[in-house]
């Protein structure tokens, strides 16, 4: 029973010793960190907790952006041009119809509005292992088209049609067509990315200027 405790205690401080000889010939930086000694570290080092300070302020950057949504908009400027013709027949009852036709142009500048819903139910900023994301519904057009500089052009005259009533009806015409081209215009490509960055340059702006934040890392926007 003696020698069996010596061999054992022979062999826990032959292990002991190796261990140490070991540690000893390795460098310090192979042995790795563990995960809590590394969040203490962070939490105690005013340089490093600048590079994760900007998640303590994500919801104060949500609030911020819902106070923000009617500014937070992309403003798109195109000019416009609608062409119509008009035909009469003037006699119709003849087995030969004589017809009278005109060409009228009408050019007028519309001025397009296109934003997000940032209602704080309506959308949800995240931090995730690549930066940070901003969940939303893609943007649309958020209000009605303003309609200037109107005018017109008759491209072909007819003898017996009415190119000041054609005219005024495409006058007319004109808000609710800047209505549905200002539709089909929000899912264009070009528009979505000119909102996001409407969207990201604001919430990297607003973080950036918290105190002690350093880096702010990389914002994308998810649509849910």
Not at 28 to 37: E, G, K, S, T
Not at 141 to 169: M, R
């Amino acid at each position: 029973m003696k020698n069996n405790f010596v061999r054992w205690s022979l062999v826990v401080i032959l292990t002991v010793l190796g261990t140490l000889w070991v540690q000893r010939l390795l460098p310090v930086r192979d042995w790795p960190i563990p995960q809590n000694l590394k969040s203490i570290l962070i939490q105690n080092d005013p340089e490093l907790l600048g590079y994760t300070r900007y998640t303590s302020y994500l919801s104060a950057g949500k609030e911020a952006m819902s106070g923000q949504m009617k500014l937070l908009t992309a403003t798109v400027t195109r000019e416009e041009l609608t062409t119509q013709t008009i035909e009469r027949v003037p006699l119709p009852q003849l087995s030969t119809k004589l017809t009278s036709t005109a060409s009228i142009a009408i050019r007028y500048r519309a001025e397009y509005s296109f934003g997000y819903d940032l209602r704080p139910e309506a959308f949800d900023i995240r931090m995730v292992d690549k930066g940070i994301e901003i969940h939303v519904k893609k943007p649309q057009l958020i209000a009605t088209p303003a309609v200037t500089e109107l005018t017109h052009q008759i491209l072909s005259q007819g003898l017996l049609t009415d190119e000041d009533a054609a005219t005024l009806k495409l006058y007319e015409q004109a808000a609710t067509q800047a209505q549905k081209n200002g539709e089909v215009m929000s899912q264009d490509p070009a528009v979505i990315a000119l909102c996001e960055k409407q969207l990201t340059d604001f919430l990297y702006g607003f973080l950036a200027q918290q105190s002690g934040v350093k880096v702010v890392p990389q914002i994308r926007v998810v649509y849910d």
